[in-house]
């Protein structure tokens, strides 16, 4: 498979030389077209992309602009290798790239890593966030491990917002808005926002921007009980009149409104010296989830979702970043500095989880439970590194890095009626809560040597090492069996806990712990063959740590009282009545997992400078790999590692300078991830009737979830020149991926997500200093599904204590925004 694609690729790139190989007479009237490559300082030192022997692609402000990409979503899909679930702005969205999955399609909630799979800076700090993309400079998005290079550890790649730094050059002040709607919601959506730079002295500059996103969102919720725990929330669907009695339709639920904000100072008191002060924020108030319970058991549409009760969110993400950097002559020293705090407070529907667990929730006829959950984040980052800047054939990169990080929260669930129903003295309608804290203390030393053999050959050896400690705790109770348990917030919990920490005394709470350290290594050599033509061989190791999986410790197995299941098991801990009920593994944590990146690449270009050609072929060795599964009790989503899986592809991409106004570019990736060994209790599922959960094993061959094989994108633009120096620009984007399994291995009981292409059309007024953009997104209004929650497994009904329905809705599936048809406009002043 892997050679027939090599084929094609090679296929693709003769084929685009001769698409781009003007004649003699062309050449004498083109011969000043080249496509401008950007500049990137991913290596830690400014070079174009063509010439830097890694995979690199970067996306320049004007790209982002031309395209309209307003996330990190956007742009990813223009992008090789790389994909990322959009699961909208309440979920977090992990990013796979290469296949390396470390987060299912449809769990995490609140999610503020990624996925953990690639490492994700705002300028120099490393810090998770899907920042909107409002002043960037750049974005770079590199695969395969970086661990020598940056100081956050890579396991398959890393991705740079690069933001737009002070000038002392001039004053300048831009003004944006936007306003558009989606086929599917009643309301406008609209953006506003400015950009300023001042110039304050010859060596001190500010520059700042802010941005209010209203996004309507397109998404109904047309089952929410009236009263929880008085409405019926599975009603005679067929008799309006009883739907309308106990249930009410929440329109465009959602919806997000996102303040952005960037102030950042820039200071150079000597010649050899500057230093930059940023601050960031982003914070989101977001309606509900964008999901569609089409395929569940309600009668629900495409863009409808079957939840009982409202689900928002409150994100708030703030980064304090103070950057020094010293030119010493022989070379340039950096000081990165960071702090970032996330704080997120939600409610979600718990009602499904529930009425599976056959504790009997189902026959209270009333029934609805929800969730509110509440989490603080903090981080400390310190990253020095010194990069020689003298010329020869000797260069080399050293650096320290420090991360600590904290966080706590903590879930409280609530059962409206059942107290009483139940006979339980409960009057708050608490029934589960859970708490948890972790503190993880990383630190690294990392550094690369290049040395040219000769002007055209080329070899680079890098070394990594690592060191990280990390503390859990975590507690579990059950207020409706305790009148006398009284929650606490998450500050209070916070303090407790940190205090408990410090004095080695866990009070009551479950502890968990893990330590790890070691080296990395790579190895890199590039030989320029022609002066368009760089072939490059590289050999990498990535690293990530691991992490607790936030689920609270079972009790003690009691056949005499065994009251909750909702919970995670520990090695040797019984789980049920017979001899072999006992667990195998660790549900509540998971440990390192290791990557080994074997790459052969090239970059060229072609016909005179005006087609770039990039492309390579890899293979990626995963030990301990981090995988979804399911805890025993309950099929709570949680992370396991398995013993082994490989990804192996192709990624090519390009850009042809067709003429002086039109312009082409394109990228085409596929790769094959797969277990490489039996993965005990490795895929959750069900057996019906009930809820019985099963864990299957994993097998060798297996593929892995969440990611295509086979993506591409292409995209082109036209500019036709108008009177008085002014521009009518046409632009038209695709971008496809293939299927995607829910499941590792699928086994029968996943949903495997169908293949979809999404195209983008816009015509562009350019006058200078303002600019005005009609756009069409979705232009074919594509109805597409990028993850998945459950399985069609849980598809069944049950009965409550009347003997009425009540019907499950854990399954359903996350979808993409259906056409939206907007404008834009700028003007920009002191330009």
């Not at 899986?645 to 090519?652: D, I, L, N, T």
């Not at 015509?763 to 600019?771: E, F, L, S």
Request: glycine share 10%.
């Amino acid at each position: 498979m892997i050679r027939k694609h090599l084929l094609m690729t090679a296929s693709a790139a003769v084929m685009v030389t001769g698409l781009a190989m003007p004649s003699q007479a062309q050449e004498d009237v083109e011969s000043e077209l080249r496509v401008e490559a950007v500049t990137v300082t991913a290596t830690r030192r400014a070079e174009s992309v063509q010439d830097i022997p890694l995979n690199i692609s970067a996306v320049g402000d004007q790209q982002i602009e031309e395209q309209g990409f307003e996330e990190l979503a956007d742009v990813l899909a223009y992008v090789p290798g790389i994909n990322i679930v959009d699961r909208g702005a309440r979920q977090g969205n992990p990013l796979i790239v290469r296949g390396l999955n470390a987060d299912g399609l449809g769990s995490g909630d609140g999610n503020n890593n990624g996925g953990g799979t690639v490492a994700t800076y705002i300028g120099e700090v490393p810090v998770y966030l899907d920042l909107k993309l409002n002043d960037l400079e750049r974005v770079e998005v590199l695969l395969g491990p970086q661990g020598t290079l940056y100081g956050a550890g890579t396991l398959g790649g890393a991705i740079r917002y690069i933001p737009k730094k002070p000038d002392f050059a001039g004053d300048t002040l831009e003004v944006r808005t936007e306003a558009y709607q989606y086929s599917e919601a009643d309301e406008l959506s609209y953006e506003a926002g400015l950009t300023f730079n001042k110039a304050l002295a010859p060596n001190f500059a500010i520059r700042g921007s802010i941005d209010f996103e209203n996004d309507s969102g397109f998404i109904d919720y047309p089952f929410v009980v009236r009263e929880i725990g008085v409405s019926d929330p599975d009603p005679d669907f067929s008799d309006p009149a009883d739907v309308a009695a106990n249930l009410r339709r929440i329109t465009d639920a959602d919806s997000e409104e996102t303040v952005s904000a960037r102030l950042a100072a820039l200071w150079e008191p000597l010649p050899w010296l500057d230093t930059t002060l940023t601050y960031y924020l982003q914070q989101s108030d977001i309606g509900g989830r964008r999901g569609s319970s089409a395929r569940s058991t309600v009668p629900a549409g495409d863009y409808e979702l079957g939840k009982r009760v409202e689900e928002p969110n409150e994100i708030t993400n703030q980064l304090l970043a103070l950057e020094v950097v010293a030119d010493l002559g022989f070379a340039e020293l950096t000081s990165a500095t960071g702090y970032s705090r996330y704080n997120d407070n939600g409610q979600r529907d718990q009602t499904d989880l529930l009425i599976t667990l056959e504790y009997s929730y189902e026959a209270f006829p009333t029934f609805t439970a929800f969730t509110h959950e509440k989490g603080q984040e903090s981080r400390i980052n310190q990253e020095l590194r010194l990069v020689s800047t003298t010329e020869g054939p000797l260069s080399w990169i050293v650096g320290a890095f420090y991360n600590q990080f904290e966080g706590g929260g903590y879930s409280a669930e609530y059962t409206p009626g059942y107290a009483d129903f139940a006979g339980f003295d409960r009057p708050d309608d608490l029934e589960y809560y859970s708490q948890g804290f972790s503190k993880l203390e990383e630190s690294a030393f990392f550094g690369e040597v290049g040395y040219d053999i000769t002007d055209k050959w080329s070899v680079t050896v890098g070394g990594r090492y690592y060191q990280y400690d990390l503390e859990s705790f975590s507690d579990v109770d059950f207020p409706l069996f305790d009148p006398s348990f009284l929650p606490v917030g998450v500050s209070s919990l916070e303090s407790s806990l940190r205090s408990d920490f410090a004095a080695g005394s866990p009070n009551g709470t479950e502890r968990t712990s893990q330590s790890d350290e070691g080296t990395l290594f790579k190895f890199n050599t590039s030989y320029q063959f022609t002066e368009d033509l760089l072939g490059y061989f590289t050999l990498s190791e990535g690293y990530r740590i691991g992490n607790q999986n936030g689920v609270g410790v079972c009790p003690a197995y009691d056949p005499d009282d065994n009251q909750q299941g909702a919970c995670a098991l520990l090695p040797g801990q019984q789980f049920g009545p017979n001899p072999g009920d006992v667990s195998t593994r660790d549900e509540s944590q998971y440990l390192p997992d290791t990557t080994t990146n074997y790459e052969l690449g090239f970059k060229s270009t072609l016909a005179g400078g005006r087609v770039t050609l990039n492309g390579a072929v890899y293979y990626v060795e995963w030990v301990d790999p981090q995988l979804t599964s399911a805890t025993i009790n309950a099929s709570i989503p949680i992370t396991v590692n398995a013993e082994g899986a490989e990804s192996k592809g192709v990624e090519v991409s390009g850009n042809w300078l067709v003429s002086e106004d039109f312009s082409l570019r394109g990228s085409y990736s596929h790769s094959e991830a797969s277990l490489t060994a039996l993965a005990p209790g490795l895929v959750g599922t069900i057996s019906p009737p009930g809820f019985g959960s099963v864990l299957l094993d994993g097998q060798d061959g297996d593929r892995l979830p969440g990611s295509p094989e086979d993506q591409f994108s292409l995209f082109g633009s036209y500019v036709y020149d108008l009177p008085s120096g002014r521009t009518l620009t046409f632009n038209g984007g695709y971008a496809w991926q293939g299927d995607v399994l829910s499941r590792t291995g699928d086994r029968g009981n996943g949903l495997t997500l169908d293949s979809y292409g999404v195209a983008n059309v816009s015509a562009v007024y350019d006058a200078g200093k303002w600019q005005a953009t009609l756009f069409v997104n979705n232009l074919l209004d594509e109805y597409y599904e990028t993850g998945v929650v459950s399985s069609a497994l849980t598809n069944q009904v049950l009965t409550d204590v009347d003997g009425g329905p009540v019907y499950t809705r854990s399954y359903y599936t996350y979808v993409g925004a259906p056409r939206a048809i907007g404008i834009r406009a700028s003007y920009k002043f002191g330009e």
